[in-house]
């Protein structure tokens, strides 16, 4: 059965923008092509002029084809601040290549790690100046890596007509692209299946240490067109320069003839100028940048969080659960016994002093070394097989014995009741074997104790209920 029109693939990431970018009828600009290859020199973004009312760019610029697009980014405790930058600069140079506006594409941004939050919907912002800034101002929230929940939520709320999406009707296509470092704590199988089939087209780019296979799972067919790796957020921006290279465009930062070494911004009708990343400043000749802090250069050897100061100097921090080391650089783990740190085979215990100790399970010992253990006695581990009771005679051996009125079997594992036992043996072999009439004498004695005992509850019993009679 074909796919409704919605739901047909755009063709994949690295072709998505061309796709996009066909001329319509009457719109203005040149076929879309290829640019020609960039200027010798850094590799530099490129940002389209900020958007006219009604999503209008300068004139030369090709009009993108109208979209509802949802960007699903993982902002988990794996992202560090200075990667988050780096994706949310790649979300915003995607939104530079389109035409934004309420009846051009509408954009949404779903943020997520073990909770998920709709930073905005598709129906907030329709010019591209403000739908940037609200990119820029999105915080990370730090915590674990929900999918699954965040594809749910994309398909339920930020496509939802109530938001902003465009029904079926309208035939804008409703694409989702899914940026994550880390393999999902929850399924995404079913989840991704359901958004695919609803029509929307998944594009799924991981960073580091994505897990591929689950990428693949997430992503609409063909998956080469539609699944994308790049091994650090330093290069993501490579693949928004990729989708810069189809555009259809008169000006320089398009053609990649700028010579600006961060970003080239089109200001219209062949004209642009250079900027530089964040925390970064341009120098006099308006096109190279240097630093403004040792942070920006990832050169500063904070193990975890490099915070700039006012002074122009930086300090280290770290991850909340851990505490700066003596070189204010590396981090260690408030809680000796956080998971991966203390080395006990099987139990971690807290000490006063914040050091900790091991200790071992029940039925095991602590060997020489502190940390592993030993199996204490044969009983403790449960693979005995005595029916009743395991006795333990060392490290390595072990007996089976019975309960009271009962009798070990031949198989020295089982017991039989007595009563069986005595059936079990015919009257003449007892009266001429000395050992089973011992053996009877003694199950004897003891049912003449247990016999007392019996008649001790039962006249304890018979005195209270009197009492309770006649009282």
Excluded: W
């Amino acid at each position: 059965m074909p796919r409704p029109p919605a739901a047909r693939p755009l063709a994949g990431l690295l072709l998505l923008l061309p796709l996009l970018l066909r001329p319509r009828p009457g719109a203005l600009g040149s076929p879309a092509r290829r640019a020609p290859a960039a200027a010798p020199g850094p590799a530099a973004a490129t940002r389209a002029p900020s958007s006219a009312p009604g999503g209008a760019r300068g004139a030369g610029v090709c009009k993108s084809r109208p979209l509802d697009l949802v960007f699903i980014i993982d902002s988990s405790r794996s992202v560090r601040p200075l990667e988050f930058t780096k994706v949310k600069t790649f979300v915003s140079r995607i939104i530079d290549t389109l035409d934004i506006g309420a009846a051009d594409t509408r954009v949404a941004v779903v943020n997520y790690a073990s909770t998920v939050k709709i930073e905005f919907s598709l129906q907030t912002y329709s010019d591209r100046r403000s739908l940037k800034q609200a990119v820029a101002r999105i915080a990370p929230l730090s915590t674990g890596t929900m999918s699954g929940l965040a594809i749910q939520t994309a398909m339920d709320e930020a496509f939802a007509v109530e938001a902003g999406a465009r029904g079926s009707a309208s035939n804008i296509p409703k694409v989702a692209i899914i940026v994550t470092d880390g393999r999902p704590q929850d399924q995404v199988t079913e989840v991704a299946a359901r958004a695919r089939a609803a029509g929307i087209e998944l594009f799924a780019v991981g960073v580091d240490r994505a897990d591929m296979e689950s990428l693949k799972v997430i992503a609409s067919e063909p998956l080469d067109d539609h699944v994308f790796y790049v091994e650090t957020y330093g290069v993501i921006e490579k693949l928004s320069s990729r989708f810069q290279q189809t555009f259809c465009a008169l000006d320089a930062c398009v053609l990649g003839t700028h010579q600006c070494q961060h970003v080239c911004v089109s200001d219209g009708e062949g004209k642009h100028h250079c900027e530089c990343s964040q925390g970064y400043s341009l120098n006099a000749d308006k096109k190279t940048c240097s630093a403004n802090d040792k942070c920006a250069l990832n050169a500063h050897g904070c193990e975890h969080i490099c915070v700039n100061d006012r002074t122009g100097s930086y300090h280290c921090e770290c991850y909340e659960g851990y505490t700066l080391n003596e070189d204010r650089k590396t981090c260690s783990a408030q809680d000796p016994c956080a998971p991966g740190t203390h080395g006990c085979q099987h139990i971690c215990v807290r000490d006063r002093a914040g050091s900790h100790h091991c200790e071992c399970f029940e039925g095991y010992t602590l060997n020489e070394d502190k940390k592993t253990c030993s199996v204490r006695d044969k009983c403790a581990l449960g693979t005995h097989g005595c029916q009743q009771v395991c006795v333990n005679e060392g490290p390595t051996s072990y007996s089976c014995d019975c309960f009271p009125g009962y009798t070990l079997n031949e198989d020295k594992k089982t017991c039989s009741a007595v009563e069986e036992a005595r059936r079990l043996i015919s009257t003449e072999d007892a009266c001429g074997c000395a050992a089973t009439l011992a053996f009877q004498e003694k199950v004897s004695s003891s049912l003449q104790r247990l016999n007392s005992k019996l008649d001790g509850i039962l006249e304890k019993l018979q005195v209270n209920e009197y009492g309770q009679i006649h009282r």
